[in-house]
């Protein structure tokens, strides 16, 4: 059976090679993110190369979108190396745009080793209502990174966190975008 290929999308300026990419995207613009696609691509050594689909400037992070969870090993290894390397967040983030959406996060640990966290999800920082990763223990926000314990009342794959009304709004827009007829979302 052939590979299924994935529509190619314009919107905002930019040519992303699939919906599911361009959906993320409304998801970061809606919540008013600073967010540039494929604006750089990395040589990791050892012949590794690596183009994250998209790089959040003010939060620091590089983002992956995969169709599907779980996602190929290669992608892990490559994601925990450019953290290693960047010393900057990487998510990747898997399947469909909304709040139970399955995520790992890598980052630079400080004896310079890439460190894997997963699951998390996102979730908006109670401190200062910016983007953050959280697990059912922590939440680490990317704007005022402020590492946080979760609260029992909010600990748990149903956060709160997850799904303010900020959130639910830029996961609303993201999915009702439509881009059949060059409609801008």
Known sequence: MPALKAIQTRYDGYFFRSRLEARWYVFFDTLDIDCRYESEGYQLGLGLFYLPDFWLPELRTHISIK????????????????????????LVLAGEVGPLCPACAFWRNDEGKPVYDGPVYLAECPVCSHLSVANERYLQCLFCEKQQELPPAIKGPFSTLRCTPRMHAAYAAARSARFEHGEIG
């Open 67 to 90: 169709p599907v969870w779980p996602f190929d090993e290669s992608e892990a290894m490559k994601a925990g190396a450019l953290a290693a390397q960047s010393q900057q967040l990487v």
